[in-house]
């Protein structure tokens, strides 16, 4: 049996991807009789870039004839397209094909799809913090005119995001009043997944922020209902990840392990290696609270084998993408050639009707033509060998460049977070070194000197998956300042006092965390080079400005005579810079060194 294909058949499949039919979607594919092998490739590329499948995506976008699309067809290629490069990484290109798909879409009044559009590059530049735009114009673009239509599917989607934007404890009546007015536009019984989608938020943030994990079963449960009637393995895998989370808040961690075995032997192939990757991680760390140490490093063999796996599939893509568009360019030159070879057809032709009459003329003419015509085709060949060779450079520089990022990256990390910490241990040691046989407290600088080695253990081998501070991630910046300080004052060495004027409500989680880090690069320069016995810490907000003053009575120094690398202080320079803040550093020898830094709030807010 085959399917005759229907105008907008992509709005069907695009419903069973929605749905996770999967299967579904890729048996109307199949069995459709196709007269246009363009809309063929762009039905298969719109199923691969649901399913992830990147490097077949490219391949089929990359063979689609553009020249011959309709209008409509052609908002779908741009559209896909940006797609598959944004889930490629490749913000830049992605943000270009999704502005020229909105605009397409708007050309050929398909207004809803346009529409999908401003949440895309909403949620694209909500992530980059580069792109000198504001993202929230976007959101409420999205808003406004998913109400003024009734779409109520985008309306739900609007207010899931208005939630995901307040997701901290302060907020929760704003987080479950939005969360309520979605599930208001999707009663209808088409939209039972997007409800069990709302459900399992709601589970999250009871378990994660608030920590009243009997609402969060309740809505687990809920969203667990829901996804059964509809037998899809991608969503019975992350519910019994979400229900592991909960157990694991609890401490039973028999449950935890179950439910992740569970999720284990769930066949499915939506995302299957990375979700395989994920769930190894979970169970190795779990086996390992569990002193299980045998068993956990099984499972942290077969994460490393399937991030392995992940690595390589991601390598393939890229190879992909780089030989699509050597075909692409190689189908470009031939068809200018075979242009080249009809005009010289036509010549030919008006040559034989006038070879009477200017015969030798004509065929001097001819020969020069063709010598003309042999030199252009060796310098396009020259031009393309060339081309090649500078493709295959940048390619190269480009791995490179990604490579050194990444380890630049990780040189940060260690620096701001380990370093610190083994700093203020190396004090610690060297304090017990000089007084040991005068000390009175010698069991508490012990355990304060213990505590930090396993502070700095915790931090390395949590450092792959943590993005924020782990004294910030339940605290304000006023405490995990404290904590800072008190980890730093030892005994009658260094004595840290910290000092808060103004700070009464927490502020931008990012800006919190920015600011962590520089005052913990601050303390680690008094500790490492001011040799100093006491310091200070003073944070003041005037309205829309925070103002830190961090002094020492240390040995000071001349500032224009130091290597800032050496320091530090061009690192420090750089993340207030980055703020929009000022720094100001005031250093004497032998009296000490103050540093003011003023930063915006305004300007700060994610």
Avoid at 300 to 310: A, E, F, G, P, Q
């Amino acid at each position: 049996m085959c399917f005759t294909i229907k105008a907008q058949q992509y709005k069907v499949i695009d419903s069973l991807l929605n749905d996770y039919n999967i299967d579904g979607a890729r048996a109307i594919i199949s069995k459709t009789s196709y007269k246009d092998s363009s809309e063929k490739l762009l039905d298969n590329a719109q199923y691969y870039v649901f399913t992830n499948q990147l490097d077949s995506a490219f391949i089929n976008l990359f063979n689609v004839d553009t020249l011959s699309l309709s209008p409509i067809n052609k908002a779908r290629y741009l559209d896909y397209l940006g797609k598959t490069h944004i889930a490629d990484d490749d913000i830049d290109k992605g943000y270009l094909y999704s502005i020229r798909a909105k605009e397409q879409y708007l050309k050929v009044k398909e207004l809803y799809d346009a529409n999908a559009f401003n949440l895309t590059l909403y949620n694209l530049f909500a992530d980059q913090e580069y792109y000198n735009y504001e993202p929230d114009q976007l959101l409420e673009l999205f808003g406004e005119q998913a109400i003024e239509n009734e779409w109520n599917d985008q309306v739900a989607d609007y207010y899931i995001q208005i939630a995901l934007l307040n997701f901290n404890y302060d907020n929760k009546k704003e987080v479950m009043q939005n969360l309520d007015l979605a599930l208001e536009y999707l009663k209808d019984d088409n939209y039972a997944l997007e409800r069990a989608r709302i459900f399992a938020i709601k589970s999250v943030y009871y378990a994660q922020i608030t920590q009243e994990l009997d609402s969060a079963d309740y809505y687990i449960d809920k969203a667990d209902v829901i996804e059964k009637r509809f037998n899809i393995p991608y969503k019975t895998y992350y519910t019994l990840i979400n229900k592991a989370a909960i157990t694991r808040l609890r401490g039973n961690y028999k449950e935890t392990i179950n439910l992740l075995k569970q999720a284990e032997t769930l066949k499915h192939n939506l995302y299957k290696k990375s979700n395989l990757k994920f769930l190894y991680s979970l169970l190795a760390n779990d086996y390992e609270d569990q002193e299980n140490y045998k068993t956990s490093l099984e499972y942290l063999k077969k994460h490393i084998n399937y991030r392995d796996s992940v690595n390589i599939a991601d390598q393939f893509v890229n190879l992909t993408k780089y030989q699509t568009v050597q075909k692409d360019k190689q189908i470009l030159l031939e068809q200018q050639q075979k242009t080249r070879n009809k005009n010289l057809a036509i010549i030919f032709g008006g040559f034989l009707i006038a070879v009477s009459i200017i015969g030798l003329l004509v065929y001097k003419n001819t020969n020069r033509k063709k010598k003309i015509a042999e030199q252009q085709s060796e310098l396009e060949k020259q031009k393309l060998q060339t081309f090649l060779k500078e493709q295959e450079l940048t390619t190269i520089d480009a791995i490179i460049e990604g490579q050194e990022k990444e380890r630049q990256k990780l040189a940060g990390d260690l620096h701001d977070s380990v370093g610190a910490t083994l700093a203020t241990a190396r004090l610690q040691f060297s304090h017990l070194k000089k007084h040991k046989n005068s000390l009175d407290n010698l069991d508490d600088i012990f355990s304060n000197t213990e505590e930090l080695l396993s502070q700095a253990y915790h931090e390395i081998r949590n450092m792959s998956h943590l993005k924020n501070s782990g004294v910030l991630a339940k605290k304000s910046l006023v405490p995990a300042i404290e904590n800072l300080a008190k980890n730093a004052s030892v005994s009658t060495s260094l004595q840290v006092e910290v000092n808060h004027y103004g700070l009464e409500d927490r502020l931008d989680n990012n800006l919190e965390i920015s600011i962590f880090r520089i005052i913990q690069e601050l303390v680690t320069n008094i500790i490492k080079h001011a040799n100093a016995s006491e310091a200070s810490i003073t944070l003041t907000q005037h309205d829309d400005d925070l103002n830190i003053i961090v002094e020492d009575n240390g040995k000071g120094f001349n500032l224009s005579a130091i290597d800032k690398q050496g320091l530090g202080l061009s690192s420090i320079e750089k993340r207030v810079n980055f703020l929009h803040g000022d720094i100001n550093i005031d250093s004497t020898v032998g009296k000490g060194t103050t540093i003011i830094i003023d930063i915006p709030l305004k300007t700060n807010v994610s």
